[in-house]
């Protein structure tokens, strides 16, 4: 199994960026995939995921209504879509897999419910 980030860039405050998680060996037929992200010095967070078992997604309340999660199943591929971009949302982005769902219109929020994890794109807001 394997996740590979990408997308990450340098974008001017307000700016917009779609990252993409490619993933590889995932042939589980529900899983969700979640987006987190570290910044310098902070803890890593999470910021969205989505449960394929019935395409329930959640937002991190400093995200809602600036990203959205998407997803190509032609090219299993998840996508991280961000607009309004803000000098705080400067982080290392991660995507996280995990085969645990525990009932419906749920995903896993905690980094340590997540057993599969990329390497990051790094996303700088400059000001």
């Known amino acids: 199994v394997q996740l590979v980030e990408s997308g990450g860039d340098l974008v001017q405050a307000g700016g917009s960026l779609r990252l993409s998680c490619a993933l590889s060996?995932?042939?589980?037929?529900?899983?969700?995939i979640g987006w987190f992200r570290q910044a310098p010095g902070k803890e890593r967070e999470a910021v969205s995921c989505?449960?394929?078992?019935?395409?329930?997604?959640k937002y991190a309340d400093s995200v809602k209504d600036r990203f959205t999660i998407s997803s190509d199943s032609g090219k299993n591929t998840f996508y991280l879509q961000m607009t309004d971009l803000k000098p705080e949302d400067t982080a290392v982005y991660y995507c996280?897999?995990?085969?645990?769902?525990?009932?419906?219109?749920?995903?896993?929020?905690?980094?340590?419910?997540?057993?599969?994890w990329g390497l990051g794109t790094p996303v700088t807001v400059s000001s």
């Open positions: 989505v449960s394929t078992r019935d395409g329930f997604t």
């Open positions: 060996g995932f042939t589980f037929k529900n899983y969700a």
């Open positions: 996280a897999g995990t085969i645990a769902l525990y009932g419906s219109n749920w995903c896993p929020w905690a980094s340590v419910s997540w057993d599969y």
